[in-house]
Each structure stands twice: as C-alpha cells, then as structure tokens.
C-alpha cells in the first residue's frame, strides 16, 4: 500500500522523495497529536480520585462512569498555567473575607513555525552505517549458502542518524522566562527524527562557581554536577547546541569560556541565543569579536573551521590556537538554523555569522547586581529602561505598575487581554531591563511560573502609572482582582475597607500591599474613588503617585543625558511598523509570495512650527549600540561596506520625514547665514513631496537658518546616525526585512532584491510617508523616494572610523570651506533596490558637495539631548 501510495504521488504530482518523506513525517506528527483518545465503542475505566489545590474551589469532583461514557471526549486542552502561588488561606467563610482563587491562563506555543524550523535541519538528515547495530542481508546469505554450502549468516550495519544532539541550557535566572520555548524545542527536535539522540542537560555553577552540567534541566533536581566533559565525543558525531541569552553571571565573569573552549575544540558545537539580533549588543557577545565561519569538510569542530575576521588581531598561531573560542551564533529563525546546518553538513561555500571568544582578556563587563543599579535614583533606573527598551516594552511595564503582583502567568493575562501583538522577547526587555527583580532568589528546579517579581524602588511603580493610559491599568487591576478574589472592583475596595480597619494585625498587614497598589491606581481615576484613596492615605501614609509629575535635572553615565522639562516637551504618537515575510502556498507550498505584516508601535516626537501652517516633526532616536556596515554574505553587497563595526550612539532627534518642500520654502524664506536659497529648486512639484535638487551645501546653509530660527541646532545627520536610525534594530538588508517591495517604498521596481518581485516603478518622487508605513524607530521613507546627504567626508571603507557615531572628517571642519566628495545614503526614486539597503553605500556613487540632481534631498538632525518623557 506505501509503495502504491509513492507511486501515485510521484506520477500525479511530480514530487521528490525529499516532499514524499515531509509528507509522511507531518501526517505522523498530526497522529501523535491526536493519538491516545479512546474509541467512542470502548466503555472508559472509572476515574480516579482527583487531588484538588487546597486553594482551588471545586464542585461536583466525583464524575461516574455513565456521566463519562454520555459526554463527548473533549480535545486536548491548551497548556496552562496557574496566575499565583500558594498563599495561606483564611479559614472563614464570612463574605468580608479576602479568599483567593488560583485560575488558568492559556499558555500559546512559544515556537509559532515550528514545521520551518524543522526544515531547515535537513541538510544534517544523513544517514551512515552503525558501528554496533547490523542486520540479516537475506539475499548475500542465500547466495553464500548456494555457492559455499556454508550455513552462515550475512549481515549488514543498520543505516542510522548521522549526529547526536545534545541541547544544552542555560540555568541561569534569566532563562527562566524561556523554559516553555526550550522544552518546546526539544519535544519538535525529538520528533523530527533528524538525530540519533536527543537528550538535554542543564549548564549551571555549584556552591563553589565551578561550571558544570546535569541531566535534564528545570524541574529536574541533581544533587551533584557533572563534567562538561561527558559531552565530548571522540568520533565527533555529537552536536552541542547550547541554549542561552548570554546575560547570566557566567558570562560576565567568562566562567562559561573554559566549557565551551572544551566542547568547540572536539565537537561541531553552536549557541542558540534566545535574544533576537538587535539585542546581542546588550549582553555578554559584546565580549567578544564578530566572525564568520565555514567548514571545509562535514562534522569538524570549532576548532577547524575557517573563520573571516572583522578586526585582524596580531598573535602567534600557536596563541591564537590557546586562547581562541570559536562559536556559531544564531537565534530561532529558520533561515539562519538553514545555513548554519548546510556548515555544519560540509558545503564549502556557506559562511554563518559568530563570535569569536578570547579566554586571554579580563571581562570587559563587570557582572552587575541588583545593588549597582539601585545607586541610581528611581527616576534614573526607569530612564535607563524606557531609553533601552522598545515602545511595547516600555507599554507592558506601564501596565504591570497596576497589577499587585507580577509573575509570568500576570504578564500573559496582560498580553492576553491588552497586547496581543507582544513577545517573549518584549517579556524579557522588561524583566531585565533593570526595574524589576525576583522577590526571593530562584531554587534550582523552580517553575518560572511561581516566580514572583518586584519593583527594585517602589517608587517606579509610581512613575510607570503616570505614564500608563488610565481605563488601561484600571482593566489590568479590575481584571486581576476579579481573576484572584472573584469578586468586582467596588466589592474588592468595600473589602478593603474593612480589612484596613481591623484590629488583627495579620489581616492588615496582608492588605497592605493591595490595598496601596489599589489606591495608586484609583488616585488617577479620582471620581467617586477618592474617598478610598484617602482613606488609604490616612491609613498607610501618603502615597509615592503624585497628581502631576514633576522633573528635576539630573545626570547619569550611561546614557549622558540630561533631562530638563522646560526645553522640549515631547509627545507619544503612533504609527505601523511593516515587515515583509515570505511565505510559501499551494500545492506542497512551491508558491513564493510575499506577505506584508504591519505592527502598530509608539515613539516620541516634538514638533517645531515653522510658520503658516508648516511643522517640523523630529522623532527621538534613544541611544544605542549597532554594528554598522554589512555582513560579507548580504546580497550585492560592496566592499565599501566594510569592515563591519560596533558604533554607540548618543541620543538625538531626527525629523519623521525627508524635507518636504513647504518646509523648505518656510526657512528658505529665512535671512540668508552664509548662501543664498532658491525658493522652488525642486522638479517635482508638491508641498508634501521632499525636497530635490538641493546640494549639500544647500542643505547645511538650510540647518543654519533653521538653527538661528529656532535658537536649537540642527544639523545633517552623520552617517552613522543615519544608518542607525534606518535600521532601528534591524540587522536585515532593510529595516522591513530580506527584501523590498514597491508596495512599502518608491525605487525603481522593474528590478528585484533577493526574493522580491517586480512591482510598479513610478519615475517621480512621491508625497512623504505616502505608503504609510515607518521604520521602528517611527521614521519614514528611509529606503528610497530620494538620496539623502549626511554630514560626512567620503571615505572609500570604514577602516579607521569613529565609534562614537560623530562625523567622520579628514581635514578642517569649516563646513562651507569642504571641497571633497560627500555621502549618500537610502536609494532614491529612480534607482534600483539594492540601492536603497540600509548598509548601502559605493564608491561609485560618491558626489561633489555641490551636485545638484532631482533625486537628491536630506533630512535633519538635531543633537539636543534635553527631553521630557
């Protein structure tokens, strides 16, 4: 039957053995997920007695065999997870009493491309004779018998897995938040049936901070570590793939180094890192040097493969050898598993990107305790965060302020209900942004959910509900109240009331830290509330949320800012982030088509008003480290592009759009600084169309007029600045992704990138932020519509450029007395989609300062760094 079944399908519909075997392996993975239900003729064993949480209200608990065998078999549940942990509960039944009630709250699967990601193992599904396991050869043995008269069996070796994975975790307490995901992966790997084994170890420090490993990780409780070096396979058919974020303890201090130096120079080994890209900056791989990697040959270690070095370093082979870890490095995206795999599998020409550890150098990051970061004041720790972190971070800890308590399971009802479009990743931007701490310390073998978490200053509790829409942390505690006392929000105070009153200091004591919470989310509500919150006032004393926030001035070294409220008063806005996603349709999904996602985000901007109706809007860029240039695998790429560098940039403004034309005519209408301004120079006509036709010059004598209109300079942005803020966050060819489609940008489409297709070339400029879409920053047309100047001399490669994110000049920085060719960056109108990638630049393309062309036009800069959030 199997046999006439591939016969079919390979006449009728033409497929390859590889799509007949993806085929049988997806219909056995959909039995296993509907297997082990009972057959509607089969009567059902009585069910045994249930253990109920003493803290759980059951009814009916006893359920009789006739009940069952009348009911539909339900499909099986979504994973869940208790909101609370065990709290004492009060034995009377009185209706005043504060009774809590452990509810569920949908765990969603943690890997939402599961079937990708198992694809993209298949250049490791190989299969080689086994050294132990051997089969009867029926026909050799018949053949031996007739022709030897020899009553002796053949055999042959069973053909099995080429590889062992051995899936290693990090168990330090910032992975917690990512044990559904890990266990999740290791169930699809097992399945998937590309690996002779798959078994999964817990990496962790014992009482003396040596390194070492258990079997099994999370719930699973060993006494005694064992040696990292039990993973070593001598024949190398062993791959470790250790899963970490990169932020724990052992890799400030580089205790891991030595372990991973062990298994890199035997095994073929690689770091999943559960962080996405943007945020590898933020941890421990900032340690260590950018590479990339390939493999001559299939299954060699790290040892072996050839790496292409960012920064030549000057050392002795026999040095390099010593002290030299060389670590593949990718997140959970199937392209990046895909290419690493092909490595892994020996095909030559496939470079992945990694790091490359010293075991010579002290930590350039000290490991940071919850003490260092509480020698800031409150205001300075919730700054460093909302700087740090994206806008829906930012938006999940403003709603976490109204929650009494935080644990994972309140952080999903949160997502649940409020943000549906946020991340583990936004998950994990909050728990380790600096404001929030475990409120006792994690035991090995805990479940993440029972981990309770607090503010690291009450204070910031405060601030974070006056930034927080009001009905939405009323939602957050009225939702939450009515989950943990199944009781209303006025039912709940009216308890309060009497609970605050009592005389048993216990009771007190245990409503304290809802009855407080509660009044500093109710204070901004006001209304018929306030007689609580006083009461809660009187009671508790004065409560940290005031009714207007006020800013003092202060410093701090990390982000160098200083905030004064009386310079620019900033507002949020909102605006949709596109990315493009190729997906696969049809029949056994040979159908490519692109797929536009749009996300709604938030930012801050200020606005200047030039006059007669036209404003300016400079949209803040927060500080940050990125690595600038382009990967030596991206697509048409240049060498210009190189080499790839860690720059840091300062805070600083940059306006939404490229300048449009009302806005020129407003300040070319301005006194003359230095040059004179043509009013029209533009051969696109439109007030909302950019500026074109404008030299650099131009645009500098522009900033000038603006600068002394205002009385705040402005400036073009240098081309660090510029390529930062065009990527924002993104390590893609562009900030939407792999690709470019002239349904998001104005280039000439009759060109593709990548896996793009062709789309419609328009030959003129178009109105600014006309496709409606923005980068994550909040700035528009940043790839295309028009070239736009930065402040820079032109150099023809990186080596030798700042790291600061300052401009890069080679002689005197009189800017009207420059003479030498400038740079451009972003494509333009009429120019094709490799153009406009975010790392885009070509010697080629260099321009006199004084060219003037109808797709050439700039925006603004400006440095202030005084905002008021």
């Not at 479940?447 to 829409?469: C, G, M, N, Q, W």
Request: charged share 25%.
């Amino acid at each position: 039957m199997i046999e006439s079944l591939i016969t079919t399908l390979k006449e009728e519909f033409n497929l390859t053995a590889d799509e007949i075997l993806d085929i049988f392996w997806l219909t056995l993975i959909r039995q296993q997920s509907t297997g082990g239900i009972p057959s509607s003729s089969k009567s059902l064993e009585p069910s045994k007695p249930q253990i109920i949480d003493d803290n759980e209200k059951s009814e009916n608990v006893t359920v009789t065999t006739q009940q069952l065998n009348n009911q539909s078999i339900p499909s099986p549940p979504i994973p869940q997870a208790g909101l609370f942990n065990k709290e004492p509960q009060s034995t009377s039944q009185t209706g005043n009493e504060l009774k809590t009630f452990p509810f569920k709250v949908p765990n969603p699967p943690s890997i939402r491309n599961a079937l990708e990601l198992a694809r993209s193992l298949r250049p490791l599904i190989q299969r080689v004779p086994s050294k132990y396991d051997a089969t009867l050869d029926e026909n050799k043995t018949a053949q031996k018998i007739a022709e030897e008269r020899v009553w002796q069996a053949v055999t042959q070796p069973v053909l099995e897995p080429w590889l062992d994975l051995a899936l290693v975790v990090d168990e330090s307490t910032s992975m917690l938040m990512w044990q559904p995901t890990v266990l999740e992966l290791q169930k699809l790997l097992r399945n998937y049936g590309a690996f002779r084994d798959v078994r999964i170890w817990g990496l962790l420090t014992n009482e003396d901070g040596k390194v070492g490993i258990r079997p099994g990780f999370g719930m699973t409780v060993t006494k005694q570590l064992r040696s990292p070096q039990e993973l070593i396979d001598p024949s190398g058919r062993r791959l470790i793939l250790l899963i970490t974020d990169c932020v724990g303890s052992i890799w400030q201090t580089k205790k891991v180094l030595p372990t991973l130096k062990l298994w890199a120079d035997e095994n073929p080994m690689a770091i999943l890192q559960m962080l996405p890209e943007w945020l590898w900056v933020r941890t421990a791989l900032k340690q260590a040097a950018m590479a990339h990697f390939y493999a001559a040959s299939p299954g060699v270690s790290n040892r072996e493969l050839s790496s292409i070095r960012r920064v030549a370093i000057e050392d002795t082979e026999a040095n390099t050898q010593k002290n030299e870890v060389k670590v593949p490095v990718f997140c959970l995206k199937p392209a990046m598993i895909f290419t690493w795999s092909q490595m892994v599998a020996g095909r030559g020409n496939v470079i992945v990107p990694g790091y490359i550890f010293r075991l010579d150098h002290r930590p350039i990051i000290p490991p940071r305790s919850v003490e260092s970061v509480t020698q800031y004041t409150p205001e300075q720790q919730l700054q460093r965060f909302r700087v740090a972190s994206s806008p829906m971070a930012r938006r999940l800890a403003s709603l976490l302020a109204a929650s009494p308590t935080i644990s994972l399971p309140v952080i999903r009802l949160i997502q649940e209900t409020l943000l549906p479009k946020s991340m583990q990743v936004n998950v994990a931007e909050v728990l380790l942004g600096g404001i929030l701490k475990p409120k006792e310390a994690p035991k090995i073998g805990q479940k993440p959910d029972e981990v309770e978490y607090r503010f690291v200053d009450p204070k910031i509790r405060s601030l974070l509900l006056e930034s927080a829409p009001v009905p939405e942390t009323v939602s957050v505690l009225s939702n939450y109240i009515e989950k943990k006392f199944q009781k209303s929000l006025e039912e709940f105070i009216a308890i309060l009331k009497i609970w605050t009153q009592s005389e048993d200091e216990a009771k007190v004591e245990y409503s304290r830290p809802f009855a407080i919470v509660t009044a500093e989310v109710l204070k901004r509500k006001g209304g018929r509330y306030s007689e609580f919150v006083q009461e809660i006032e009187r009671k508790f004393g004065t409560l940290e949320l005031d009714a207007a926030k006020e800013f003092s001035d202060f410093e701090f070294t990390v982000a160098t800012i200083i905030f004064e409220p009386d310079e620019i008063e900033s507002q949020n806005f909102e605006f949709e982030v596109a990315t493009i996603e190729l997906k696969h349709s049809g029949l056994l999904r040979r159908k490519k088509e692109l797929a536009i996602n749009k996300r709604t985000q938030q930012s801050q901007y200020f606005i200047e008003d030039l006059g007669n109706g036209v404003l300016l809007e400079m949209v803040a860029i927060p500080e940050g480290s990125f690595i600038m240039g382009s990967p030596i695998n991206e697509l048409e790429r240049s060498e210009t592009e190189s080499p790839q560098h860690e720059v840091t940039i300062k805070s600083f403004f940059l306006s939404k759009y490229p300048v449009t034309q009302a806005q020129w005519q407003a300040v070319a209408s301005l006194p003359e600084v230095n040059r004179k301004l043509e009013l029209n120079p533009s051969r696109f006509e439109g007030e909302n169309r950019p500026v074109e036709r404008v030299s650099w010059y131009d645009a500098v004598e522009f900033c000038e007029r603006l600068s002394q209109h205002i009385g705040q300079t402005y400036r073009l942005p240098s081309e660090a600045e510029w390529e930062y803020a065009c990527r924002a966050g993104t390590t893609t060819p562009f900030h939407f992704g792999e690709t470019i489609t002239s349904e998001l940008a104005n280039y000439n489409a009759n060109y593709i990138y990548d896996t793009g297709v062709e789309g419609t070339y328009r030959k003129e400029t178009t109105v600014v932020g006309g496709f409606g879409v923005a980068n994550a920053f909040g700035l528009y047309d940043m790839h295309g519509n028009v070239w736009e100047w930065c402040l820079d001399d032109w150099h023809d490669d990186y080596n030798g450029a700042p790291t600061d994110g300052s401009p890069w000049f080679d002689d005197n920085n009189n800017l009207y007395e420059k003479r030498r060719t400038a740079v451009l960056r972003g494509g333009s109108w009429s120019f094709n989609p490799k153009y406009c990638r975010s790392a885009f630049r070509n010697v080629s393309d260099r321009v006199e300062r004084d060219f003037i062309v109808s797709n050439i036009g700039f925006r603004v800069a400006c440095g202030v760094v005084k905002i008021l959030l």
